[in-house]
Structures are given as C-alpha cells and as structure tokens.
C-alpha cells in the first residue's frame, strides 16, 4: 500500500498487487520502485477543477515514465495515491477527476469457471443471479478438444438453466490462430456476448470477424496492439484492467474504444480494496457506460483486514460514493 501526504495533510491511497503468473512485474519490484520516489515526482501543478487533474498528474509523472515503463501494478499505486489526494483537495471523487460523472452506476458481471463440477457452476450461477447479477463471465479451462467438448457441454446446460442471463466467455489465450474460428462457430448457438482473448495477445489482431465477437485483454499490453486492435474486424470489447496497465493508460485506451463503437469492460486483477475502489472510479468515470464489469467483491479481500469500499453495493453494482477522492480511509486510522 502506498500513502502520499500533501502540504495541508491529506492522505492519498495507492495499491500495487500485481498477480504471480499474470503480471509483468513482481511486488518486490514495485516495492522498491515506489520506495524510491520521495524526490523523484515532478512539480504538481493543482487545478482549479477536475477537468484537468489527469493532465497534472500525467505530467508530474513524466520524470518517472522510464522507471515505471515496465511496473504496471507500481504506476496503478502512484497515478490512483495522486487522484486521491487531488480528488480531496477538489471536493470530487476520482471519477470526476478522470472526467467523468456522467452516469451513477456500473452492474457488476459474476464469474465462473469450467474447472468446477457442472453441479457446482449451476449451483453458483444461481446464487448469482439470485443476487441481481444479469451478466456471468465463464473461463474456459479445459484444454485439447476433448475438453472444448465438455466445456460446450456445460455451457449448453447453463444456458438452459439461465435462458436470460447474458453470457460472457474467457479463453485466456490458450487457442491457436486456426482452431480459434472452428470454435467461435461452435460457441455461437449459445449466444455468449464475446470470447474475451481467445488467442495469444500479438496475434489477436490477425483472428478478424468470426461467428462469435471476440474481445482484447492481454493483447492492450502488448505496445501498439490497441491501435491494431481498434482498426480490427471482430473485436468488439476492450477489457481494461489497471493493474496490467496503468490507471491513466487504462482510461485512455476506454475513452479511444469507446469513440470507435468498441465497448469496455472494466475488471480488477484480485485486487486489494483500494485498488477495487480505484478500478470502480475508473468504470465510473469512461465518457459512456461500459457494459457489466469484473469488479464484484472476491475471496482474495478476506486476505485484507476488513475495510469498506463504499463503491460497491447489494445487487450486483458499482455506484459513485459521493465523497471526495477515493472515499476510502485506511484501517490506520
């Protein structure tokens, strides 16, 4: 956790946990990053309102771009820590900071994952329904086509079982650029909304319109995948995550989507809860609402000692929290 403290006293948050396995960069790595910033951030020039607050801190950061080129999770902590502060000194929250403030709430999406028992996946897409959550994102786990086959079989029960629910499909880049097409035409009876990164991320941008609409994950870390990807026929999504991009990185790349027609999700990497309240600003803050988002409470936050993320609510929703920066206070206090 990273604390920032200004002149008059405010504290603003920041969160680095990039996730082992996933992540481009460790927790050691921005632990010695951000250790060395007293000194090294450049002059913040403090707006008079929020329309130009991202702009101050793009450009107190610019002495550190080199450094934290390569540490996503690290650039998260810092670029959320100053937002925080400067949406406290505004009297806005971190949305409104980025720009945005035009609508009240996100949905949330639940998750699943094929890996479980097909008793288990229906048994918690129920719950999940039965909490109000309208979309359900599944990962395709299994591998080989024997697997694709029980994976299809178990999708096809779930959509019998939830006719309603719109249905959202995780491949996480285990296909190739050939049996990708084979298997979206396969997928498309069950109508699923997309196949977030079906294959490898430099290769998305050559996989073009399929059956089933595909969307980009891994592929917007990849340097000039997303122009790539915005000028492709098929990708109809951006899923944004700023743990793996970078808070300001991951606004931008939504606000370029979303003028092309593209749509945006915006998901947490298991965050902790101030990196979550900090994704649920960003999903709040994009110039038109993104479609249900990653951002539902998950197990990792029992790790946490208990704090409330006034972002979230019942019923499966992200809604501003109405109060300066983050809205959230440390349980230092």
């Known amino acids: 956790m990273l604390s920032l403290t200004d002149d008059a006293g405010r504290v603003g948050l920041g969160e680095a946990t990039p996730l082992p396995g996933f992540s481009p960069d460790t927790a050691d790595e921005g632990q ?22 991202a702009f101050a801190i793009v450009r107190a950061l610019a002495p550190l771009s080199s450094r934290l080129r390569h540490l996503p999770a690290a650039r998260f902590a810092l670029e959320t820590a100053l937002l925080d502060l ?23 999406n639940g998750l699943l994952t094929t ?5 288990v996946m229906l048994e918690r897409a129920g719950a999940l329904v039965a909490r109000g959550v309208r979309a359900i994102k599944v990962k395709l786990r299994s591998r080989g086509e024997e697997g694709f086959a029980r994976d299809l079989e178990a ?4 959509r019998r079982e939830h006719p309603g629910v719109e249905l959202r499909l995780d ?58 990807l915005l000028e492709a026929q098929g990708c109809a999504a951006f899923i944004l995550k700023p743990a793996m991009l970078g808070l300001l990185r991951a606004h931008e790349l939504g606000c370029r989507a979303q003028a092309r027609g593209v749509d945006a999700v915006v998901t947490h990497l298991f965050d902790g809860p101030i990196a979550l309240a900090a994704s649920c600003e960003l ?26 993320i006034p972002q979230l609510r019942e019923g499966g929703l992200v809604t501003a929290s109405d109060q300066p920066g983050l809205g959230i206070r440390p349980w230092m206090d």
């Open 32 to 53: 010695r990053a951000l250790a060395e910033l007293p000194g090294a951030l450049g002059a913040i020039d403090l707006p008079a309102d929020g329309t130009t607050a």
């Open 86 to 108: 400067l949406g406290q000194r505004l009297g806005l929250p971190v949305s409104a900071c980025l720009g945005g403030g035009r609508y009240a709430e996100v949905r949330v």
């Open 115 to 119: 890996s479980d028992a097909l008793p």
């Open 155 to 158: 999708l096809r029960a779930l």
């Open 171 to 228: 491949a996480n880049a285990t296909w190739s650029l050939d049996e990708a097409p084979r298997r979206l035409a396969l997928l498309a009876p069950i109508g699923p909304r997309f196949v977030e990164q079906p294959v490898a991320p430099e290769l998305l941008h050559h996989l073009g319109a399929c059956d089933v609409p595909w969307a980009a994950d891994e592929s917007l870390a990849v340097e000039g995948a997303p122009e790539r």
């Open 283 to 308: 999903a709040l803050s994009l110039p038109r609402p993104p479609l249900a988002c990653g951002l539902d409470a998950h197990a990792g936050l029992e790790a946490w000692p208990e704090l409330r």
